[in-house]
T-cell receptor
Framework: NAGVTQTPKFQVLKTGQSMTLQCAQD?????MYWYRQDPGMGLRLIYY???????DKGEVPNGYNVSRLNKREFSLRLESAAPSQTSVYFC?????????????FGAGTRLSVL | EDQVTQSPEALRLQEGESSSLNCSYT??????LFWYRQDPGKGPEFLFT???AGEEKEKERLKATLTKKESFLHITAPKPEDSATYLC???????????FGTGTRLTIIP
């Protein structure tokens, strides 16, 4: 049981380049989330999707776009990367049964923008 | 705006030396308080959810408690493998979003 899988694990970009971070979950969860984690800032929500076909902004959405491709997959796109987007990005999912509000996290994508 | 503050930022303990981590929160309509463990280079791992004041949950050497203003994560006779960053988060209002604190980095010295 893989849980939440993120790709890639590491990425280096130059300022202005674009890339898409991929996330897939195999727990049949309805809700999926993208966070970024920076030293001293804690985890901050970028975007979330409460169900297939819906997305909403979180605390720090500027510079990002998301796509909920289907129930399993939720991608995060940086159209024109900036050094301020250097961070560790985590995808999470939740939903289903008695533990429906518990979020389960992937291993993260470590992104450096030069 | 929901706020979560964790203290201390870092804590070093000798193996077997018990202590507590604090998570104070300000929210409107708490639905749940969550504790996660995060090891270096990995994603947060779920530990506990607490829903109402007075509730307690235990897992091995860890016990989480909740009041109307704060939660404590008590660690009893810790071992080096308990070294990690412990994150607290709250869920409030009518949505599923979590607001996280900045974490407590715990180091257990053999």
């Amino acid at each position: 049981n893989a849980g939440v899988t993120q790709t890639p694990k590491f990425q280096v970009l130059k300022t202005g380049q674009s890339m898409t971070l991929q996330c897939a979950q195999d727990m049949n969860h309805n809700s999926m989330y993208w966070y970024r984690q920076d030293p001293g800032m804690g985890l901050r929500l970028i975007y979330y999707s409460a169900s297939e076909g819906t997305t909403d902004k979180g605390e720090v959405p500027n510079g990002y776009n998301v796509s909920r491709l289907n129930k399993r997959e939720f991608s995060l796109r940086l159209e024109s990367a900036a050094p301020s987007q250097t961070s560790v990005y985590f995808c999470a999912s939740s939903g289903g049964g008695l533990a429906k509000n518990i979020q389960y996290f992937g291993a993260g994508t470590r992104l450096s923008v030069l | 705006e929901d706020q979560v503050t964790q203290s201390p930022e870092a804590l070093r303990l000798q193996e077997g030396e018990s202590s507590s981590l604090n998570c104070s929160y300000t929210v409107s309509g708490l639905r749940g308080l969550f504790w996660y463990r995060q090891d270096p280079g990995k994603g947060p791992e779920f530990l506990f959810t607490l829903y109402s004041a007075g509730e307690e949950k235990e897992k091995e050497r860890l016990k989480a408690t909740l009041t109307k203003k704060e939660s404590f994560l008590h660690i009893t006779a810790p071992k080096p493998e308990d070294s990690a960053t412990y994150l607290c988060a709250v869920q409030a209002g009518g949505n599923e979003k979590l607001t996280f604190g900045t974490g407590t980095r715990l180091t257990i010295i053999p």
